[in-house]
């Protein structure tokens, strides 16, 4: 059975747990403001969409699109449900929202020196399972490096470098 879908508005009925799943499903470094979020969904690059089992909230996904490509920003399962199949679900949802193109996201590089190197490794293999294979892009933050995963074996970086130009325009410029 599919997954309902909402967009995270306000409005929704769940709004403030949505918040809640996403500041506890990632860690500060990796958060943009919330405030950023839902004013960049209002343009149709971005969907902020809550997932739904029956009227069940069972997680959210954050997807920005550019030329063909669909980049998952955050995907979260409410933590009080996860292991229940779904994340797949979600992802199979997107899969059926944006069929004609690849879905791409980052997750966080697996360091044999990282102290959650157990769920990094996890996470890989939840995406590889899910049809998502590395890429050679990287992001090197301050506190991690990161790995981005696409459905296609080949993505273009160009396409990846416009989704998060547009993502941080005009922020990119207000906090350097």
């Known amino acids: 059975m599919d997954l309902?879908?909402?967009?995270?508005?306000?409005?929704?009925k769940e709004y403030r747990q949505v918040k809640q799943l996403y500041m506890r499903a990632f860690p500060k470094y990796e958060r943009e403001p919330w405030s950023w979020l839902r004013i960049k969904s209002r343009y149709r690059q971005a969907d902020f969409m809550?997932?739904?089992?029956?009227?069940?909230?069972?997680g959210f996904a954050y997807v920005i699109h550019s030329h063909?490509?669909?980049?998952?920003?955050?995907?979260a399962v409410n933590d009080q449900i996860r292991s229940q199949g779904y994340g797949t679900r979600i992802i199979d949802e997107l899969r059926d929202?944006?069929?004609?193109d690849s879905l791409a996201l980052d997750i966080e590089q697996p360091d044999p020196h990282a102290a959650n190197n157990q769920q990094r490794l996890r996470r890989l293999r939840f995406y590889k399972r899910n049809g998502f294979f590395p890429t050679p892009r990287l992001f090197k933050e301050e506190k991690?490096?990161?790995?981005?995963l696409a459905t296609n074996k080949k993505i273009s970086q160009r396409k990846v470098d416009k989704i998060f130009e547009w993502f941080s325009w005009p922020l990119g410029w207000l906090i350097q």
């Open 4 to 12: 309902d879908i909402q967009p995270v508005r306000l409005s929704l």
């Open 50 to 58: 809550a997932f739904y089992d029956q009227d069940q909230f069972v």
């Open 68 to 75: 063909g490509m669909h980049y998952i920003l955050y995907l």
């Open 97 to 100: 929202l944006y069929p004609e």
């Open 144 to 148: 991690v490096t990161f790995q981005v």
